[in-house]
Structure formats: structure tokens, C-alpha cells
């Protein structure tokens, strides 16, 4: 079956659960604040960037969409238990995995669209992401620690429009490539962009200031720091 907009709800708190994470650690997994994540519990819809997200990690934790999702509802019979566990498997067997190519900071600060991405880059990344056009950036800086670090890499989502509070990279007409956390104020048409490090102030810009805002699907930790 197909999920609707009211089972998100319902998902994203068997997931947490499942894992036994409290709102603030399954928000970070996430890459959205807290009161984002406790909002998505209730019954706000999610943005794009944010249900990919989530349902990388569904996949991830066994519990990917399919018939009858472990905790969604009894499975009366053995018979019904075989199917749904069948139905699950199959699902993450088909689930797509290829390799993204990864961008320096650099590499994407030239690119002022989508078109004119470099066919060349450092390296490449596994991912699932189903945007045929997404690619990774390698992080640099310290504006977004210590949820990330400089090294990290952020799998972008150009076919996709950022939402408020979602984590996104950004390319400004004059000042580079940022990653910040995004929210929008659409009556003044302003943007704000904030960073976790205290240190760094959140900055407002008009949409005309950037050539491409793209939403971030998940970010490949570099455990291994020079």
C-alpha cells in the first residue's frame, strides 16, 4: 500500500521509538530542530528534503514503507507476518544505491546554476537519494559545528525546494558557497541564514542575492580528521 500524508506522522514516531531516540537526538539524525521534528509528530506535512531524509533513516532501521510496516497496526496470523516481512525485504533490496560525485567548496562556488556543475570532481559518495541530479559538496569551515565539521560531506537536492528550517548549501552572487540552516520570510522576501556555531550571527538576504539554494538530504560524517 501506499502511505498518505496522515501515516508521516505516525512513521516518524515509530521510528524514534523503535530506536529510542528522544526528540532532540532523532532531530539532529534528521538534520532539523527539534521543535521541526516535534511538529512533523503532530501533523505538519514535511518538505521534500526532510521525507527523503527520514525515509533513508525508515530504510535504514528496517521499518522502510511496504504492507503493513512493523508496529503500524497487528499482524494477526503467521501468514500476515511472513508477507509483510517478505514485502519489506523486497523493498530494501530495490532501494537505490549509486555514487554521487563530491564537489571541493571550491568546485561549487564556480557553478553559478545547475548546468554548469564541473564534469570533473574530488571523488564520489554512496547515497539513495532518488534526485537524479543530486551531488555532494565537501564541507569547510566551522560556522555548522559541532553538528558538523569541517571534512563532512552534504548530499544536495537540486531538483528540490528548500524549506523553512531545513539545512541547506547555498551559492551567493557575492560571497561563495555557505551552509547554514535557511528560514524564509515571504511577506518581506527575505532569507535568513543562521549556523549552529554561536559564533557566526544569522545573516538576511533577498532571493536575487543567490544563484542556487539547494536542500540538504543527509550529511557523510568524516570520522577520520587530518
Known amino acids: ?119 570533473e570532481w574530488e571523488g564520489s559518495v554512496a547515497s539513495e537519494v532518488k534526485d537524479d541530479r543530486s551531488f555532494a559538496v565537501r564541507l569547510r569551515g566551522d560556522s555548522m559545528e559541532p553538528r558538523f565539521e569541517d571534512g563532512d560531506i552534504a548530499v544536495l537536492l537540486p531538483s528540490v525546494a528548500a524549506t523553512n528550517g531545513e539545512i541547506v548549501v547555498a551559492n551567493l552572487k557575492n560571497e561563495g558557497i555557505l551552509c547554514k540552516i535557511m528560514h524564509v520570510q515571504l511577506d518581506k522576501n527575505l532569507i535568513t541564514l543562521s549556523s549552529y556555531n554561536p559564533a557566526y550571527p544569522p545573516m538576511q538576504y533577498r532571493r536575487e542575492d543567490f544563484h542556487w539554494i539547494f536542500p540538504v538530504a543527509q550529511i557523510v560524517k568524516n570520522l577520520r580528521r587530518k
Open 1 to 119: 500500500m501506499e502511505y498518505t500524508t496522515e501515516d508521516f506522522p505516525r512513521r516518524v514516531r515509530l521510528w524514534r521509538h523503535t530506536l529510542g531516540l528522544t526528540q532532540t537526538e532523532a532531530a539532529q539524525r534528521l538534520g532539523v530542530e527539534r521543535s521541526y521534528l516535534s511538529q512533523l509528530e503532530g501533523s505538519r506535512k514535511p518538505g521534500e528534503a526532510t521525507r527523503i531524509r527520514f525515509e533513508i533513516e525508515e530504510q535504514k532501521a528496517g521499518l522502510g514503507p511496504g504492507p503493513n510496516p512493523a508496529g503500524l497496526r497487528v499482524l494477526e496470523t503467521p501468514e500476515e507476518e511472513y508477507r509483510a516481512a517478505a514485502a519489506s525485504a523486497l523493498y530494501r533490496a530495490q532501494s537505490r544505491v549509486r555514487a554521487l560525485p563530491v564537489l571541493s567548496w571550491a568546485q561549487a562556488g564556480l557553478a553559478t546554476d545547475f548546468q554548469q556543475m564541473p564534469e
